[in-house]
Structure formats: C-alpha cells, structure tokens
C-alpha cells in the first residue's frame, strides 16, 4: 500500500520569527505550488491566526493542511503590501485566491492617448482603450482622491469626451481652478501636454520630481508674497507625499531585478525584487553557501554570474553594493541577453527606496535562518544526549520503502547535516528482483547497494535512521556485518499508538533498547523531520516509477513501434489511455503510423 502521511508544517514556529512589518505572505503546498497570497499590516499577527488560532472556515482549514512552506516580503506601508498582494494575485493566480480576488474588480486610473487633450479618468474592466492605464489601486476611493488631487495639481481635464468636444464656455471645474480649460482653448497644446507629462511622471513613480517643482513654485508664490496660493501647494506636496506611499510598489518604470545581500553569522542571504513592465512580481530570497572570508561584493557577484546566466536578465540590475569587475561582468551579461544590461551599485530616488525594501527583506529573511539554524543545532545536540554520543553527529542517513501492493518499489536515503538537508546527496533506489510487497528484501537490497559506496570509500553517516521497527533494524544491522561496515549508530523510528506524531518510539540496535523521547523532544522533533523527508522522498520516486511503467504498457511490445512512433502516439493523444481510447482511423493521423500498423494496436490494446 501506498505511503501518504507527510509532515505538516509548522507553523508555530514560522510565526516565532516574523517580524510586525506590514508585507505580503505566500503559502506553497508539498509540490511547490502557490497555494495562497495574502497582506498583512502586520505580519505575526496576520500569520499567526493561522496557525496558533483553529480555523473555522473548512476552506481555509483545507489550506492550512496542505502549506508546506511560507515565504514573506516586507514592504513600507499597509498600502504597499495591498498593491504587491493584488499584483501578485494578478500574475501568478494562486489556488486559493481565486474564490476570493478577481482582478477587474481592482480600479485603475486611465490616461487617453492619441490626442492633442487627453483626458484622466477612472477605469474599471477589460483594458482595451488606446492610451496608458495606472493601478490596481486598493479601493474605488483611493482612485477617486488621486483624481482629484490630480485635478488640483496638474488641471489635466476629466470629462468624457462627448461632454469635451459639445462645450462652447468652460464649465465649474475651471472655474473653481481644477481644469486648464483645453475645451474652448484656454490652454495651448505644448503647455497642455507638460501638465499631462507631469501628470504621468507621478503616476509612474517619479513623484519626487513633481514635488520638488511643486516646492519650487511655492518658494516662487511665498517671495511674490502669494501665501494663499503657496499654502495651497503646501498642501498638494502633502497630499502628494501620502499618494506616494500608497503608489509605491508600481514605482518600477523598467524591467529591473533589485537585489540586496546580507552577511551574518557566515551565512548570506541575497534578496531579490522583480519588477517587469513597471509591475512588481514579488520577491525571493537565496541562501548560497560561501567560504568564511567572503564578503558582500563576492557573494552578489557569484550570485549574479550564476543566475542570470541560466536566465533572461533585465536590462537593470540594481545591486546594495558594488562588485569587482563590474564592467566586465555587465558586458557578459550584456552579450547573455543581446542588449545592453545596466548593473547599478549606486540608486537614488525611487530606486533607492526599493533598494532599502529588498535590503529589509534581505536582513529578515538571514534572521529567520539564522534563528532556524541554532534550532536545528539545539536538535543535534539533544539528539547527542538522547542516543549518548560522544559528539554531535555530523551527517544522519535515513531510508524509506514506497510502493502500491508491492508495484514500483522505490526505496529513498536522504542525509542531514548541521546546515539541513543535503539534498545533492539524496539517493532513490528502484528495487527489482523481490517478492512484490516484501520491504525486508527492499530494505536489504537498498542499504547494500548504498554501503557498498562506503566500503569502497565514500562518506559514510553518524547515524543511520531506518523507518521501521525491529524488523526493518535488523536488515541493516545484518547489511553492515556482511560488508564489515563500523562505527554506526543504527536507530529504528517505530510509529507510535494510533500513529499520532510525536510518539514515535526509537529503536536501538546495539541493544535492543527502545526509547520514548515524547513530543517536546528536539531530537524527536529532528529524528521526524529527517524520517518524513525520506518518506516524501521514496514517494515521489515511487509515482513516478508507477506512472512510467504504465505509461509503458503494451506499445513497447508492438512490432514496428520504436521510441519516436511511441513518444508520437502518447503526444498526439495526451497519454496511453488517450491512445486506447482512439481508433483505428484516428491512429492513423499520426505521422509515420500506416493502416497495418494502426490495426496492430488497436489489437493490441483492446485483446
């Protein structure tokens, strides 16, 4: 029978070392799929109430059981977080946003194109008009404020075009100084389009240079002795500070990764935003490992050359600090992606504003590692006292047996160290030349097949974690006497009553001891954690075999069809049993598959 416990999440200790920033969060499931997107002004209380509260929506408790990991992206404000949130729904539509997030009912604001007036308005639906569109904007009354301050600050007309183009006067909008009055000709073209560039420059993020005109034109009002007229802009730089908060995160008027690393405690994260088409797509975080004297510039640079090699750059590469041979290293990824690719170490502006975001992110993120690291180190260590080591281990092997009724067996080895899993060195074994459904027989072939690389002098484990009870110990304990293998600790996980996690019950080789840590054990709780890995690990293995040898089936054993006429037949009709499904005449629409040969399968398939 198959396996199919997993290891939840833990979502306890996630929650631990958040930190109360506002941001955004995102849940994936055991296949690193997106389950989920959501904001939060602030992160541990947002998160938290999934996790140490019980849900009581079935749909969210359906979710919560299927989140293997989390990751979170901090921004500056509450009003950042909504708009990357809403963003973010919008590219990568994750399973369980869609119920609740449907992207036309975000707001935008719609600048016209094509004429020598166009006009600003509010846009909801299908983006279909010529001319730019700005947003998604949080709510229809954060639209309707910018328009209006707009109004105040650049007089860039709002009006539907028939109402234009039937005015004969200027109506109340100009009168009370909200409108230019372009429909009876108050303002020329040129002056009109400078409002309108204005206009766009605040909207595509670069609102600084807007208030620093605007700041100028009230120094000019207050020398003219204007105060009315200077405390009016006073206010407008107000107002526009505040929307400049709110239109944060769709700054980004390139295609441009920012990327920012933080070195600590010899461990480097390196942060990464990105930003297409003016829109953030969210945020990753890289752990590389990195000798003892690396610094800053070292690590970004390997970072850079290793992955943008392998994919499209951007054309701007924003960095937290500058890297040797930067020139160099622009013009090989210039020549990478066939344009010129820009690597800035020095930002100001908006760009330096999504710089310190990635630098934030950067820091939480090697926080929380680093927080994950001394709890794995506390796990080794207990597990020293527990098993009565001499020294913590440095390196735990631990295997498993996957099959269905004794089809596909699969046996996994996995392998921990002080730093987590090592996943390059994980190994599946596909098990052949047994009696259906006997793991002893898996077992022993598995770990003789692995101890053979020992003796013949590969890296051999502290400690050997076998899934199983005494049974499945005493295959590895006869495995290492066969091949005269020392000096490892041999320890059976045994599930404990009603196979509830946390009872698990170790079982010692040497002694036949049995030992119960119980659930607040940290060696427990890194003993399972080992355990269900090798568990997903033989799981995904053994699907994989299963579907492999049934996608085999019967069309392998077909005089005159080889690999291509196969790989043909499972491509034309989506899988073998598209292929049984079908006809004779439609095996025949195949390339290279004439009438003899259709009929051959079809005979084949249905005996």
Do not use: W
């Not at 198959?2 to 929650?15: M, N, Y």
């Not at 729904?89 to 604001?109: C, F, G, H």
């Not at 600084?208 to 002795?225: G, H, P, R």
């Not at 590969?458 to 400690?463: N, Q, R």
């Amino acid at each position: 029978m198959e396996h199919t416990e997993s290891h939840p999440f833990d979502g306890k200790a996630f929650v631990r070392h958040l930190t109360t920033s506002p941001g955004v969060y995102r849940y994936f499931d055991t296949e690193d799929e997106l389950l989920y997107v959501g904001k939060a002004a602030n992160l541990k209380k947002r998160v938290s109430n999934y996790f140490l509260k019980p849900p009581m929506d079935p749909r969210i408790a359906s979710m919560v059981s299927q989140i293997a990991r989390a990751e979170v992206t901090l921004t500056r404000t509450a009003g950042e977080a909504l708009l990357l949130e809403s963003q973010l729904i919008k590219s990568l539509k994750p399973r369980y946003n869609i119920v609740l997030r449907d992207d036309k009912s975000y707001p935008y604001i719609y600048l016209s194109g094509g004429e020598d007036y166009p006009r600003l308005g509010f846009h909801r639906g299908a983006k279909t008009g010529p001319g730019r569109y700005f947003g998604p904007y949080p709510s229809t009354f954060a639209v309707r404020e910018s328009l209006g301050l707009m109004q105040k600050l650049f007089k860039v007309r709002q009006c539907e075009d028939s109402y234009f183009r039937n005015r004969s006067r200027p109506c109340l909008q100009h009168q009370i100084g909200r409108c230019s009055a372009p429909c009876v000709r108050l303002i020329d073209v040129p002056d009109y389009q400078n409002d309108v560039r204005h206009a766009e420059m605040f909207l595509e993020g670069r609102s600084s240079a807007v208030i620093d005109e605007l700041a100028v034109a009230m120094d000019q009002a207050s020398m003219a002795l204007n105060f009315e007229r200077a405390a009016a802009l006073r206010d407008q730089v107000s107002a526009l500070r505040k929307l400049q908060a709110q239109h944060f995160v769709q700054g980004a008027s390139a295609d441009m990764d920012v990327i920012a690393c933080c070195l600590e405690g010899g461990m480097a994260c390196v942060s990464v935003l990105f930003f297409r088409n003016g829109v953030s797509l969210g945020s990753r975080d890289f752990f590389p490992r990195l000798p003892i004297d690396a610094s800053v510039g070292d690590v970004l640079a390997q970072f850079i050359a290793q992955y943008y090699l392998e994919r499209q750059v951007p054309r701007e590469l924003v960095l937290s600090d500058t890297v040797e041979d930067i020139d160099v290293l622009a013009q090989v990824l210039s020549d990478h992606a066939g344009y010129v690719v820009s690597l800035k170490p020095s930002v100001r502006g908006e760009r330096a504003r999504f710089l310190e975001m990635a630098q934030r992110n950067a820091s939480a993120a090697l926080t929380s590692r680093l927080a994950s690291r001394h709890t794995l180190l506390a796990r080794f260590d207990d597990l020293q006292k527990v098993l009565e080591l001499e020294a913590p281990p440095r390196r735990i092997e631990c295997f498993d047996i996957s099959h269905t009724r004794g089809e596909a067996t699969v046996a996994s080895c996995v392998v921990f160290g002080p730093e987590g899993p090592e996943k390059s060195h994980y190994r599946r074994f596909n098990i052949a030349g047994i009696t259906p459904g006997d793991d002893y027989a898996a077992m022993h072939q598995a770990l003789t097949r692995r101890f053979k690389k020992v003796v013949e002098g590969g890296a051999k484990p502290d400690i050997l974690l076998i899934d199983g009870g005494t049974g499945q110990v005493g295959q590895a304990v006869d495995v290492l006497r066969e091949l005269g293998v020392e000096g490892i600790r041999v320890v059976g996980v045994a599930k404990g009553p009603g196979r509830r996690a946390g009872e698990e019950t170790l079982v010692l080789a040497e002694t036949g001891k049995t030992l119960h840590p119980g659930t607040s054990s940290p060696a427990l709780h890194l003993v399972a954690a080992v355990r269900d890995e090798a568990h997903r690990f033989a799981i995904s293995g053994h699907r994989r075999r299963r579907e492999a040898a049934r996608e085999r089936s019967t069309l392998e054993d077909v005089a005159g069809v080889g690999a291509r006429r196969r790989a043909a037949l499972l491509k034309a009709f989506g899988g073998l049993a598209g292929v049984e499904a079908a006809g004779v005449e439609e095996l025949m629409s195949v390339k290279g598959i004439d009438r003899g040969l259709a009929e051959r399968i079809y005979a084949m398939l249905h005996p």
